[in-house]
């Protein structure tokens, strides 16, 4: 009798860091951006809720589009002094935040949702990371800025996967960081019947 074919992946995001991730660990999948307007965080007390929030809402954006598979949706923030960092709007912006982190241990939060279709079964689970960001000089600071790493990525940071100058893992998942927990999101898969092939 043959095997059942896993059900398609269908990642609802258009980040180039998650992208890399799943191709770097075998897993076949499709691109479906949700395209929504994200909520800000001003109007939440926590980051788990945050995330777990926007997670949701970009999987219910991609999930009616999808007939039979599994909509894998993400979002990740910085969480400091009780306050979500979020993407910065520009470079002053980008600077504010990095200025903020200078020297400081802060939590990156990602809120992840698998969503099964046709039978609407979901998984949503948030991870935690603590990263430490160095505190630059001002001619530091410029030449980070000038680099553009910042665009594009909460606390206006993308951290390097070996030996980054700037960014130091201090506890929980490196994958977490770059914009998906890899190890937890593996034993999701699996449950889902969406292994690597």
Request: net charge negative; glycine share 8%.
């Amino acid at each position: 009798m043959a095997m059942a074919a896993p059900p398609r992946l269908i990642l609802a995001s258009g980040s180039q860091a998650r992208r890399e991730l799943l191709e770097r660990a075998g897993i076949g999948f499709e691109v479906m951006p949700a395209a929504i307007d994200e909520p800000t965080g001003d109007s939440f007390t926590d980051p788990r809720t945050y995330v777990q929030t926007v997670a949701w809402l970009k999987a219910a954006a991609v999930a009616p589009r999808v007939d039979t598979g599994l909509v894998l949706a993400a979002d990740t923030v910085g969480w400091l002094d009780g306050h979500v960092i979020g993407k910065p709007a520009d470079e002053a912006d980008a600077r504010r935040i990095l200025t903020a982190l200078g020297g400081r241990a802060h939590e990156l939060w990602t809120g992840v949702v698998l969503w099964r279709r046709p039978d609407d079964v979901q998984i949503a689970w948030q991870e935690r990371s603590l990263v430490h960001f160095k505190k630059l000089t001002a001619a530091q600071l410029d030449a980070y800025l000038a680099t553009r790493q910042w665009q594009g990525c909460s606390g206006a940071y993308a951290i390097q996967e070996h030996d980054d100058p700037c960014v130091q893992l201090r506890e929980g998942s490196l994958s977490n960081v770059v914009g998906l927990p890899m190890e937890s999101l593996r034993l999701r898969l699996a449950l889902a019947g969406a292994s690597e092939r």
